[in-house]
T-cell receptor, first 115, second 113 residues
Framework: AQKITQTQPGMFVQEKEAVTLDCTYD???????LFWYKQPSSGEMIFLIY??????QNATEGRYSLNFQKARKSANLVISASQLGDSAMYFCAMRVSYNNNDMRFGAGTRLTVKP | NAGVTQTPKFRILKIGQSMTLQCTQD?????MYWYRQDPGMGLKLIYY???????DKGEVPNGYNVSRSTTEDFPLRLELAAPSQTSVYFC????????????FGPGTRLTVT
């Protein structure tokens, strides 16, 4: 069975600094995809970044990068140069190839950016 | 493009009542999903569909039903509402395959009292 774990219920970061949000996963399928979503207080879910299990390079999208360590089964999100607007809930999610209709989400991390 | 739209935005139901949450997408995605998000938690998959006429159960299907008569619409039906169904419901759609990011609707906040 696939499982996603986010162990940090809440994180604080100073504006303009970098922050790492942790995500570990468990699956026996060699082919899978990892996603990060942002959920601001307004409630919508916003896609941030994707990493495939066979991708050679770590994914990057603007200020977001994914620190993918396959052997450790971790897919941490790094946000550089934090902004006040980055304050939100962040969810890690995984989809596996044998059942790619089933996206499993972690419990989330609430990030607060301090001015 | 409107993306994924959901109605209503908010609803209060009494125990035992029924209702349908509407979801429509205009991106011609084959895959559609219904999730629920309980307070302070991540999303859990209720039902999904890989195309018109095809639906299947997700992680938490009990107490819900779905149908998919068109590519665009994927309504979620709650029969005999219970307090345990108080939650925020999200509809999402994606193109097929492992990489397909999901596009989410704005959510429906449902309270059952």
């Amino acid at each position: 069975a696939q499982k996603i774990t986010q162990t940090q219920p809440g994180m604080f970061v100073q504006e303009k600094e970098a922050v790492t949000l942790d995500c570990t996963y468990d699956t026996s399928d060699p082919s899978y995809g990892l996603f990060w979503y942002k959920q601001p207080s307004s409630g919508e879910m916003i896609f941030l970044i994707y990493q495939g299990s066979y991708d050679q390079q770590n994914a990057t999208e603007g200020r977001y990068s994914l620190n993918f360590q396959k052997a450790r089964k971790s897919a941490n999100l790094v946000i550089s140069a934090s902004q006040l607007g980055d304050s939100a809930m962040y969810f890690c999610a995984m989809r596996v190839s044998y059942n790619n209709n089933d996206m499993r989400f972690g419990a989330g991390t609430r990030l607060t950016v301090k001015p | 493009n409107a993306g994924v739209t959901q109605t209503p935005k908010f609803r209060i139901l009494k125990i035992g009542q029924s209702m349908t949450l509407q979801c429509t997408q205009d991106m011609n995605h084959n895959y559609m999903y219904w999730y629920r998000q309980d307070p302070g938690m991540g999303l859990k998959l209720i039902y999904y569909s890989v195309g018109a006429g095809i639906t299947d159960k997700g992680e938490v299907p009990n107490g819900y039903n779905v149908s998919r008569s068109t590519t665009e619409d994927f309504p979620l039906r709650l029969e005999l509402a219970a307090p345990s169904q108080t939650s925020v419901y999200f509809c999402a759609s994606s193109y097929s395959g492992l990489k397909g990011e999901q596009y989410f609707g704005p959510g429906t906040r449902l309270t059952v009292t």
